[in-house]
């Protein structure tokens, strides 16, 4: 009975849930409506909405639709609001989406919107900076200013402050500006006063004065201070040349230069405005050979040109240290169609399977240049999956062979074998064919075959008293591990490493970096 009961009340709760669920209202959306943006100005637009729900506000902004880098928020929860983006360019296209986020956290975000500054008006007149007066020679002076946006200007000058009766004016738009004025009295106070104008017709203005030269000194363009001016005269770089001087008047110039002093076909542009100091680089060249070079220079100043005696400079010799800005040990390069493992100052060459073996991808290969492969000794080459030296026999073939060069030596026998001082955890069994990729040597029948005179036992380990590295003595060479990942990874132990006198591991010859 008390079941039965249960149960009808139980029945009647769940019709009471259903009903409730049924007749009362969902949760309303929170929305984003009326979103309006005001016409840019001054760097500024100001976007507005309606929420609604009172919520805080987040806009997120930039110059492409899928990268909103800026942002700017109202942590403030109301229902209208109303934003403003500054420091927008002019001429710009850009885009921004608006977060709205209630008081329990629930967040709604518009589409992204766009809009343009294309007719964005400017009310700020720009800003004059770094005014002055660069030289005066007799009948010229030459006057520099920055402007913080893009402007053109107006010049009026004369002798007295309150009448400037002449005028210049350069109607490009540019932030920085240089005005030379020519056709001046020599020995003559001048005052000027400058309009700067910005695109939307705000202007700026600031005033100077200058004296004019009461002699005629600056009838030629001449140089000082000329480094290099020879081949010995400064440390050049191997591949580039700094050439500085300094002229007497304000002048643009550039370097003509070759190898050959009577055809000079190379040119690079020194000073692009009027400068007194000059500067050049001279990049991409060779090492160890000699440039010649010229200077040509003209200034609107004297209205006059400038063209140099041929000068000459070397540069420097290619060197370890710097090389080693391009490329470092353990690199794998790429010189023509083929692929080599550098070990310091060495250039070991790989094929294919010597690569694939040892896990390198020939993607990650620098390209090496003939004038830096040139400077790198040959080291013994990587014919395959094996360095030299090492005990390797096929899974159903009892002969041992060891690596040697581009040759697999088949053993003698097994006496042969221990006197080589290799044990059977040595021997590698070549289950992937590798062996098949080395051409097939003459037989081992002695081992000093293999070691020739060499005073250390072979396949032992040893080191200088002096030195980190550890070599490996394997037919009758020293082979150096090229770091501790590869010494363990072919299961050495640091435990067997003999320190050994230099006097006798030094005239030991040097065989095949193992990589």
Same mark, same amino acid.
């Given at each position: ?6 149960? =009808? ?48 506000? !987040? ?167 000329? /480094? ?34 009577? +055809?000079?076909?190379?040119? /690079? ?91 390198? !991808? ?8 003939? =004038? ?31 690596? !040697? ?22 021997? /590698? ?16 029948? +002695? ?5 020739? =005179? ?22 009758? +060479? =020293? ?27 030094? +005239? ?8």
């Amino acid at each position: 009975m008390l079941i039965r009961k249960l149960s =009808k009340y139980l029945f009647f709760l769940t019709l009471l849930i259903i009903s409730l669920a049924i007749t009362l209202p969902a949760a309303a959306q929170m929305t984003i409506t009326d979103i309006a943006i005001s016409k840019p100005h001054d760097g500024i637009a100001t976007i507005t909405w309606n929420t609604s729900e009172a919520t805080k506000s !987040d806009i997120y902004f930039g110059t492409s639709s899928d990268r909103l880098i800026y942002h700017v928020g109202n942590i403030e929860f109301k229902h209208s609001h109303e934003i403003d983006l500054t420091g927008l360019q002019k001429k710009t296209d850009y885009y921004y989406k608006i977060v709205a986020t209630n008081s329990s956290g629930q967040r709604v975000e518009s589409f992204v919107q766009y809009f343009n500054t294309d007719e964005m008006k400017e009310t700020t007149a720009p800003e004059i900076t770094g005014l002055r007066v660069l030289q005066t020679i007799d009948t010229a002076a030459a006057i520099y200013f920055l402007t913080n946006e893009p402007s053109r200007f107006d010049i009026y000058y004369g002798f007295t402050s309150d009448k400037l009766d002449k005028h210049r004016s350069d109607s490009a738009l540019r932030y920085e500006h240089l005005i030379i004025i020519d056709g001046l009295t020599s020995g003559s106070k001048y005052y000027f006063n400058i309009l700067a104008k910005d695109e939307d017709g705000n202007i700026a203005e600031r005033s100077g004065e200058f004296t004019t030269d009461a002699y005629h000194n600056y009838d030629q363009i001449k140089i000082s201070n000329l /480094v290099p001016e020879n081949a010995n005269q400064a440390i050049i770089l191997p591949e580039a040349v700094v050439i500085s001087w300094d002229s007497n008047v304000l002048a643009t110039s550039e370097i003509v230069y070759g190898l050959d002093p009577n +055809h000079l076909n190379n040119r /690079v542009q020194a000073s692009k405005d009027h400068q007194l100091s000059h500067r050049a680089e001279l990049t991409n060249l060779n090492p160890s050979t000699v440039y010649y070079f010229k200077i040509k220079m003209s200034s609107s100043l004297n209205h006059k040109s400038f063209e140099s005696q041929v000068y000459s400079f070397k540069t420097a010799s290619l060197t370890a240290e710097y090389l080693r800005q391009y490329f470092k040990s353990g690199d794998i390069l790429k010189h023509g169609n083929d692929y080599y493992y550098l070990y310091n100052q060495q250039i070991i060459k790989l094929n294919d399977d010597s690569l694939v073996s040892r896990g390198y !991808d020939k993607s990650v290969a620098k390209t090496i240049a003939d =004038k830096y492969f040139t400077f790198y000794k040959a080291g013994p080459a990587y014919w395959g999956a094996y360095h030299d030296g090492q005990a390797v026999k096929s899974p159903k073939n009892p002969t041992v062979y060891v690596i !040697d060069g581009q040759y697999k030596r088949p053993l003698a026998n097994w006496s042969v074998f221990k006197y080589l001082n290799y044990k059977t955890s040595d021997i /590698v069994i070549d289950n992937s064919g590798n062996l098949r990729n080395y051409k097939d040597g003459t037989l081992v029948k +002695h081992s000093s075959e293999l070691t020739g =005179k060499c005073p250390l036992k072979n396949y032992s380990l040893a080191k200088s008293p002096n030195g980190t590295t550890v070599y490996l003595i394997a037919n009758g +060479h =020293k082979m150096p591990f090229v770091n501790q990942k590869v010494f363990l990874r072919y299961g050495f132990k640091f435990s067997n490493v003999k320190t050994v006198d230099w006097g006798i591991l030094g +005239h030991i010859p040097d065989g095949q970096p193992i990589i």
